[in-house]
T-cell receptor, first 109, second 112 residues
Framework: TQLLEQSPQFLSIQEGENLTVYCNSSSVFSSLQWYRQEPGEGPVLLVTVVTGGEVKKLKRLTFQFGDARKDSSLHITAAQPGDTGLYLCAVGQGGKLIFGQGTELSVKP | DAGITQSPRYKITETGRQVTLMCHQTWSHSYMFWYRQDLGHGLRLIYYSAAADITDKGEVPDGYVVSRSKTENFPLTLESATRSQTSVYFC???????????FGPGTRLTVT
């Protein structure tokens, strides 16, 4: 059983569409991170959310941490081909990061 | 160069050979990590290190050896490579106080 369940696993959309990616767990976390991995590169940290109910914005990306700090969502407005990549949520546990399986996003022009 | 670097970026080796993947970071981060990434398995932790001379197993350590004699370097050795070790390998580092990790560009290893 995965500690973090991401959905959907795959998402293929047209440029200009909106989308939401979810990261869910039954456990409570002190913080949660989102990473993006572009093809052929290593993951890059996008944001860390810490407070329950917190909303953070990064240009067209909006991140939310659930009130109970068990889940998080990533919403992309007006997706562009440059948003294509693997989106990973992660939480710290015992000195290590535990990653979700990822959401593979493809944005077609 | 500043940051975290991996070498080589691409490597082809034969079954049974020993191969070492290098990771170097210039931030003096305490923690360093090795992951492998395969289709259908996501990122899986191989080994990690909390400081020089301190290493610990991750989720999939079998067939791998690590060492950390200096804070900035964390080499990963495949003692006798197998085809199942064909993968993309990522090194990462972080400070002692934050879980935010910084990843290298990866090494694509093919074992024939």
């Amino acid at each position: 059983t995965q500690l973090l369940e991401q959905s959907p696993q795959f998402l293929s959309i047209q440029e200009g569409e909106n989308l939401t990616v979810y990261c869910n767990s039954s456990s409570v976390f002190s913080s949660l991170q989102w990473y993006r991995q572009e093809p052929g590169e290593g993951p890059v940290l996008l944001v860390t959310v810490v407070t329950g109910g917190e909303v953070k914005k990064l240009k067209r990306l909006t991140f939310q941490f659930g009130d109970a700090r068990k889940d998080s969502s990533l919403h992309i407005t007006a997706a562009q081909p440059g948003d294509t990549g693997l989106y990973l949520c992660a939480v710290g546990q015992g000195g290590k990061l535990i990653f979700g399986q990822g959401t593979e996003l493809s944005v077609k022009p | 160069d500043a940051g975290i670097t991996q070498s080589p970026r691409y490597k082809i080796t034969e079954t049974g050979r020993q191969v070492t993947l290098m990771c170097h970071q210039t931030w003096s981060h305490s923690y360093m990590f090795w992951y492998r990434q395969d289709l259908g398995h996501g990122l899986r932790l191989i080994y990690y290190s909390a400081a020089a001379d301190i290493t610990d197993k991750g989720e999939v350590p079998d067939g791998y050896v690590v060492s950390r004699s200096k804070t900035e370097n964390f080499p990963l050795t495949l003692e006798s490579a197998t085809r199942s070790q064909t993968s993309v390998y990522f090194c990462a580092s972080r400070t002692r106080v934050s879980y935010e990790q910084y990843f290298g560009p990866g090494t694509r290893l093919t074992v024939t």
